[in-house]
């Protein structure tokens, strides 16, 4: 199928933290996205992934990415309570760069 | 550079009536997408515009249907609205001519529809 899973809910305590985990179907995927949602906003690009690339460091983000498993996680370091959002993966297909959307992991800082 | 409007931000509709919303895509970008989030589906995908000409389309039922104008502003239309079409409608642009083209989408803050 064309499913990208991800967990719906993930708890942390702020400091600690956060690993968000998604997998994917298409081997074939170039880019690996990673967006993040606000209450009552839209979607923001937070950091994406080339699909020939194992891991992706930005400041307190890093990506990482097993093609054999088809496997995309998402950390977030010392995690903050501005970082309680919705977090959405997903893959793109074709040259047109149509996206296949996971169904969102909502992160909960807990103080 | 203004980001992607969408207009209006709230609406109440009834059953059986139609609906339109609108969408301006940031200066330059070509390339129009719209989504429907709801709690219990997720993100779907609608349909994608490209000059004028849809590119891509979602599995959806012909009531939802749309267009985009030649300054690449675009609106999405839905005809006889159900309970179930109560959403969030979100636009999304992006910059086909990019370089590297990474696929970004730049998001709208979405129209919520409600259906009573």
């Known amino acids: 199928g064309e499913d990208v899973e991800q967990s719906l809910f993930l708890s942390v305590r702020e400091g600690d933290s956060s690993v968000i985990n998604c997998t994917y179907t298409d081997s074939s995927s170039t880019y690996l996205y990673w967006y993040k949602q606000e209450p009552g906003a839209g979607l923001q690009l937070l950091t994406y992934?080339?699909?020939n690339m194992d891991m992706k460091q930005d400041q307190r983000l890093t990506v990482l990415l097993n093609k054999k498993d088809k496997h995309l996680s998402l950390r977030i370091a010392d995690t903050q309570t501005g970082d309680s959002a919705i977090y959405f993966c997903a893959e793109s297909k074709g040259s047109n760069y149509q996206l296949i959307w996971g169904a969102g992991t909502k992160l909960i800082i807990k103080p | 550079k203004a980001g992607v409007t969408q207009t209006p931000r709230y609406l109440i509709k009834t059953r059986g009536q139609q609906v339109t919303l609108s969408c301006s895509p940031i200066s330059g970008h070509r390339s129009v997408s719209w989504y429907q989030q709801t709690p219990g589906q997720g993100l779907q995908f609608l349909f994608e515009y490209f000059s004028e000409t849809q590119r891509n389309k979602g599995n959806f039922p012909g009531r939802f249907s749309g267009r985009q104008f030649s300054n690449s502003r675009s609106e999405m239309n839905v005809s006889t609205l159900e309970l179930g079409d109560s959403a969030l409608y979100l636009c999304?642009?992006?910059?086909?001519?990019?370089?590297?083209?990474?696929?970004?989408?730049?998001f709208g803050e979405g129209s919520r529809l409600t259906v009573l």
């Open positions: 992934i080339f699909s």
């Open positions: 999304a642009s992006r910059l086909v001519t990019a370089s590297p083209n990474t696929g970004e989408l730049f």
